[in-house]
């Protein structure tokens, strides 16, 4: 499993970006590559079932959605033990 592969798919998916989600910057700003906050709500549902997590409120900003990253760091810290 290769999480950066994951949250690509889920971008391409669900984030409604301008940009290609696959082949993106890891730190490209995805706000300017046209994620709302309405899509990143539909990002986060949808990262929440591959990877079979819970975003708490704490996680619940801008900032961890800003880029390919972000999340992966946000995943990466949800999903260790």
């Known amino acids: 499993m290769n999480p950066t592969e994951d949250i ?3 971008l391409q998916q669900h984030g409604r970006l301008s ?3 696959l082949t993106l910057a890891e730190d490209a700003d995805l706000y300017q590559a046209g994620l709302t906050s ?7 549902l949808a990262l929440e079932n591959v990877f079979d997590v819970e975003f708490p409120d704490r996680m ?4 961890v959605f800003a880029s390919i ?3 992966r760091e946000a ?7």
């Open 69 to 71: 990253a972000s999340i």
């Open 8 to 10: 690509r798919k889920v």
């Open 60 to 63: 619940l900003k801008r900032g």
């Open 75 to 81: 995943v990466e810290e949800l999903t260790a033990s």
């Open 19 to 21: 940009a290609d989600a």
């Open 38 to 44: 309405h899509a990143s709500v539909n990002v986060m």
